[in-house]
């Protein structure tokens, strides 16, 4: 990759001393497999901990009923950002929301449970099928 076509400063933010830096969050297993698991942009910072919004969507996926489920900060003047969680059910299943965070909680630390869910018809996404997070931030109040 020489650049992203005319947005320098982009370009100068992922191109630095001859690296690439996508933004990918990962690891390398003991097989020298590398499994990408996150995106550093989706990053939440809550009370200074780093918390990846995929640990808690893999969990929301466990629960009966869950057809999609993105999680996003939402800005918290004491907090830095607290999670939010955008689900969106099966056909007929309607969403309880207390039995969702019941179900949450002894699974996550506290800070990491959403303090908000939010139900949608579907998550937005783009041509490509990819979740739409941006629209999500632009979503929360």
Known sequence: MIGY????????AALRDGWLYTGDIGHMDQDGFFYIT?????????????VY???????IYQFPGVKEAAV??????RRGEQPVAYVSMDEGVVLDEHALIHFLRPKLADYKVPKRIVLIPSLPRNA????????LRGMTS
């Open 72 to 77: 996003i900060g939402r800005p918290d003047p």
């Open 5 to 12: 076509w005319n947005k320098p400063e982009e370009t100068a």
């Open 38 to 50: 996150d995106r550093k942009k989706d990053m939440l910072l809550v009370n200074g901990i780093n």
């Open 53 to 59: 919004p995929r640990e808690i969507e893999e969990l």
């Open 128 to 135: 490509s099928g990819k979740v739409l997070k941006t629209t």
